[in-house]
């Protein structure tokens, strides 16, 4: 840049259809359709970060990665060693007094935070165009069942 020249940086935020976006969370809201983005993106953002984390499971006989699993809740999920090797996969990840820490947990959760983020945004783009479009979508009512919900 020349000597004397000012370097400017544009924010535009659009603000046309906010009314309808308001609308459109508070059908979220009133009507439980969040599970149809938070569900599928425990799903699959558990399964990425679960297959990330067993590749970088330092081997030694392969108990350690075969025992990680991934349960998922309504609002979160986990990913756990199985039973027996629970105290190896601590020392593993943290490290011990005379065992330098090997971590694969964190790592695989880091590399994939953007990924996430972008199922996130993609289950909820698709739910707010199916709203928008006066559309119906299914949001699991509980144990498994299913109920209907109209756009507002």
């Known amino acids: 840049m020349a000597s004397g020249a ?3 940086s544009f924010l535009t ?3 046309v259809g906010t009314r309808e ?3 459109a969370f508070t059908a ?3 009507t439980g359709i969040q599970q149809q983005i938070i569900a599928p993106t425990l799903e699959e953002g ?3 970060v679960l297959r990330s984390a067993q590749g970088k499971v330092p081997v030694d006989k392969g108990k350690l990665r075969d ?3 991934r349960t998922v809740y309504k609002t979160r999920a986990r990913i756990i060693a199985g039973y027996g090797t629970r105290p190896v996969a601590r020392f593993v990840e943290f490290g011990a007094k005379d065992r330098p820490a090997q971590p694969y947990m964190r790592p695989a959760l880091d590399e994939n935070r953007r990924r996430i983020e972008a199922i996130c945004v993609r289950h909820m783009r698709a739910t707010l165009e199916r709203l928008a479009k006066g559309g119906s979508v299914f949001s699991t009512g509980g ?3 299913f109920k209907r919900s109209k756009a507002a």
């Open 28 to 30: 979220l809201e009133r």
């Open 6 to 8: 000012r370097s400017r």
């Open 143 to 145: 144990k498994g069942r």
């Open 46 to 48: 558990s399964a990425l």
């Open 67 to 69: 025992s990680l699993r």
């Open 21 to 23: 976006m308001v609308r």
């Open 13 to 15: 935020i659009d603000a």
